[in-house]
């Protein structure tokens, strides 16, 4: 007798629970009705007793628990995930995805009659399904080559690890990355019954590695990118093992050497090479380290180490403008939403450039509930693109919708008492603080804290908690647990109006009011304004309008930094004397100079932001002494191998010491480069000081 996946998850699903589950709630979760998992329990009762096990405890409340007498129920589990399940079903998809990893693990050429043999079913029914698998890797550079010998796979070995990774993780668990025994079950080999491949022992070394990797880094991994990472080096091992490399260009190789993720990439490879007793070439280590940079960020822990990217950030600042405009909505004191917004666009970068897919399960969501928001960005998205030299996926901006959807999402004033919640979300900023937004707009609660599983114990002990929602399935023993999407379906509004008093009053919006306040009042002090106001109402996101100490461009900038009509004879000369005004300011050391030199030869001409305006600039890291803004025109233009702005005449060299400090000033420096007619002045003035008071002028941050 079989039990199917779906009533296997059930199974272990309620051997994870100390409380009876509610069957909605399991509805919910495996997306089937109440009626589906009703069957899946009868089958799982018979499934118990013939085994000889206590059967499930079902309430008229709609309730089921397991009863696990002396831990034989639990034991019972772990002896089929440890044996290969074969009384486990295969449903003709997961037949296809195992055929697809026997071959991809393999390399080489693989008889019929083994597969079908290996797989349990008439060569017939294995004929049928590589026809079947064909068909689906008709989109992809792969094909399945024919012989006498049997069948293997063929094509690009990039696209033969993305087709295998993206296919796993259309139906994989992120909430299976917090242990690394719920891991090792969920992972892309022992899932599709193929436990031979990696031992518990060498799965529990590359976990470790992985999560000190995060440590090592400085970062939080989103749920989705840690697994997502971890599943690419599962599949990179068994393809290096049999010799299939992955090249990769020399100069993007070097562009990374010096990278933190390249030397984290590196001791976590090294580390592996000794248990799994292989080597790791070069090559391999460069991608791997492309995909630590790949990874979303599920805290605002962002490290010093990352580039700028200011040229990004420019097009980040006309990004939340234009939107703002097409909205009718002001974003541009919301400086959180610039902040969050420049640490997701650093991976996409990565992400864009090197090929990474990455799925975003809210998308229809995302296009449902916001589509004017969401056509806006995707309307407005094209100076980030052609920065980037690619289109961006429409996952990809549902990702960047996501942060302003938790802007605008309605909040509500709350009189009465609340439950305390807890939200537990690794999926990122963006997709916490909409949830934060969704659930406070729709019920009667109060949102103590956001955090990442592994904060959690520490956040209950430093708050008095009702509720925990968790994105993620996870339990624990002392509070309740809902798990909803970050969008809150209509299904979770069902599980939520079981718990919570949903809410009808009127929205009061902080933004609004300010705005309204500024217009038509004169504000002596705002921060204290905001206070006093926060004490008589529950204002959403108070923090994001307190004052900031702040450098705004005029602060940052002074006479010595400025030249007009340098002759350059290339736009290498052109950096360095940018670089240089940075130094004469005591911004900079000479090694960032030549730092900012190498940032234009590795990533190309990115920081040309405009019509013959280039924003030259490096790492903090790289000899930063100080926040500095230099100006340098050029008596005639040079070429930086921009498509559509050069020849380039105006350079700004930016310096900061950090990922945060520089922000305010380049937004101011934006707004001036954003205006035709102010950036016509920049190359008419005669003298330094017209330029230094003109910039200042503009620049001050109102």
């Not at 700028?308 to 234009?322: G, M, P, S, W, Y």
């Not at 400086?335 to 990455?358: A, Q």
């Not at 209950?460 to 399935?473: E, M, N, P």
């Amino acid at each position: 007798m079989f039990i199917n996946n779906r009533q296997m998850k059930i199974l272990a699903r309620l051997s994870e629970e100390r409380q009876s589950v509610q069957l909605q709630q399991l509805a919910v979760e495996l997306g089937v009705s109440i009626r589906t998992i009703q069957n899946d329990l009868n089958r799982i009762d018979y499934y118990l007793r013939l085994h000889q096990l206590a059967p499930l405890k079902r309430n008229p409340r709609g309730y089921v628990g397991l009863e696990d007498v002396d831990g034989e129920t639990k034991a019972f589990l772990e002896s089929l995930y440890e044996l290969e399940a074969k009384d486990l079903v295969l449903t003709p998809e997961e037949r296809i995805q195992v055929i697809y990893l026997l071959l991809f693990q393999k390399g080489s050429y693989q008889r019929i009659t083994t597969l079908a043999e290996r797989l349990g079913v008439s060569k017939g029914t294995l004929l049928n399904d590589l026809n079947q698998l064909r068909q689906q890797l008709q989109a992809w550079p792969v094909k399945i080559a024919s012989a006498r010998d049997g069948v293997k796979l063929t094509g690009d070995e990039y696209a033969l690890r993305e087709y295998a990774l993206n296919r796993y993780m259309e139906e994989a668990d992120e909430s299976s990355i917090y242990h690394v025994s719920d891991y090792y079950r969920a992972s892309i080999w022992v899932s599709y019954r193929l436990s031979e491949v990696r031992s518990f022992e060498e799965t529990q070394v590359i976990y470790e590695l992985m999560r000190q990797t995060e440590k090592n880094l400085g970062r939080k991994f989103t749920a989705n990118s840690f697994l997502a990472t971890i599943t690419w080096l599962e599949l990179a091992i068994e393809r290096i093992r049999h010799d299939n490399i992955l090249g990769i260009e020399r100069e993007k190789l070097e562009g990374i050497f010096e990278s933190v993720e390249f030397k984290a990439a590196c001791k976590l490879l090294w580390g592996l090479s000794a248990t799994l007793r292989m080597r790791f070439p070069m090559e391999e280590i460069g991608h791997f380290a492309v995909r630590l940079m790949a990874c979303n960020d599920a805290s605002r822990n962002y490290p010093v180490y990352v580039e700028n990217f200011a040229e990004l950030q420019v097009e980040i600042c006309k990004l939340i403008h234009q939107i703002g405009c097409d909205l009718q909505t002001d974003f541009s004191e919301i400086s959180s939403l610039y902040n969050d917004l420049v640490y997701l666009i650093r991976p996409l970068v990565y992400r864009v450039k090197n090929g990474i897919k990455i799925k975003n399960s809210l998308l229809p969501q995302i296009r449902s509930h916001y589509p004017l928001l969401f056509n806006a960005v995707r309307r407005n998205i094209k100076g980030i693109e052609n920065l980037i030299g690619a289109p961006l996926s429409e996952d990809e901006v549902g990702y960047i919708t996501i942060h302003f959807a938790s802007i605008i999402e309605p909040r509500r004033q709350v009189q009465s008492k609340r439950p305390n919640v807890l939200l537990v979300c690794d999926s990122g900023i963006g997709t916490s603080n909409l949830l934060k937004a969704r659930i406070t707009s729709m019920y009667e609660v109060n949102v103590v804290d956001i955090v990442t599983y592994d904060q959690l114990e520490k956040a209950l002990a430093d708050h008095a908690v009702d509720y925990i929602l968790s994105t993620a399935q996870i339990s624990h023993d002392r509070v309740p647990v809902l798990k909803v999407s970050p969008l809150i379906s209509e299904q979770d509004k069902a599980l939520l109006n079981l718990h919570f008093q949903p809410k009808y009053p009127r929205q009061l919006d902080i933004g609004q009011l300010m705005g309204i306040l500024e217009r038509n009042c004169v504000i002596r002090d705002k921060a204290r304004l905001i206070k006093e106001l926060s004490e008589v109402y529950p204002l959403f996101a108070e923090e994001k309008y307190q004052k900031e100490d702040v450098k705004m461009l005029k602060d940052v900038i002074d006479r010595k930094m400025i030249e007009l009509d340098f002759l350059a004879h290339d736009w290498e000369e052109a950096v360095r004397r940018a670089g240089l005004l940075l130094k004469q300011g005591d911004c900079v050391e000479d090694q960032y100079i030549e730092s900012m030199v190498r940032v234009v030869k590795s990533m190309g001409a990115y920081i040309v932001i405009g019509k013959g305006i280039a924003l030259p600039h490096s790492r903090s890291t790289e000899g930063a002494k100080k926040i500095g803004i230099s100006f340098l025109r050029l008596a005639q233009p040079v070429c930086f191998g921009h498509p559509e702005n050069d020849p380039v005449d105006l350079l700004f060299g930016l310096s900061s010491v950090d990922n945060k400090s520089h922000m305010h000033a380049l937004r101011d420096l934006t707004k001036v480069l954003s205006d035709e007619d102010k950036v016509k002045k920049l190359r008419e003035m005669g003298s330094s000081e017209e330029v230094l008071d003109f910039l200042a002028r503009e620049g001050d941050g109102k």
